[in-house]
């Protein structure tokens, strides 16, 4: 069962942007804190930003000043903008629950940064 759908990953250059949607169930979003993921091959996903249910952000340091991530509650879709990326921000994003995420991740967004 899939409760999370990513979108609008891409190719981009160096210095570039890009936004990523994440469409989750109802049952998924509301009333949870929810962030964006990225795992590249042979690493541990790892937690890029979150956002409380009242919009409280935080950022993983390497993406801290780069990367803004939003949510709308009436759509229940979280966003991740993305800007002056760099070759290491290469990943598939994922968004989950930010706390106890649920096993069911969706198919990810697959962001390539290359010149």
């Known amino acids: 069962q899939v409760q999370f759908v990513e979108s609008g990953g891409g190719l981009a250059q160096p210095g570039g942007s890009l936004r990523l949607s994440c469409a989750a169930s109802?049952?998924?979003?509301?009333?949870?804190?929810m962030a964006w993921y990225r795992q590249t091959p042979g690493k541990q996903r790892e937690l890029v930003a979150g956002i409380s249910t009242g919009g409280t952000r935080n950022y993983a340091d390497s993406v801290k000043g780069r990367f803004t991530i939003s949510r709308d509650n009436a759509k229940n879709t979280v966003y991740l903008q993305m800007n002056s990326l760099k070759p290491e921000d290469t990943a598939v994003y994922y968004c989950?629950?930010?706390?106890?995420?649920?096993?069911?991740w969706g198919q990810g967004t697959q962001v390539t940064v290359s010149s």
């Open positions: 989950n629950k930010k706390y106890n995420p649920v096993d069911s």
């Open positions: 109802g049952s998924i979003f509301s009333g949870y804190a």
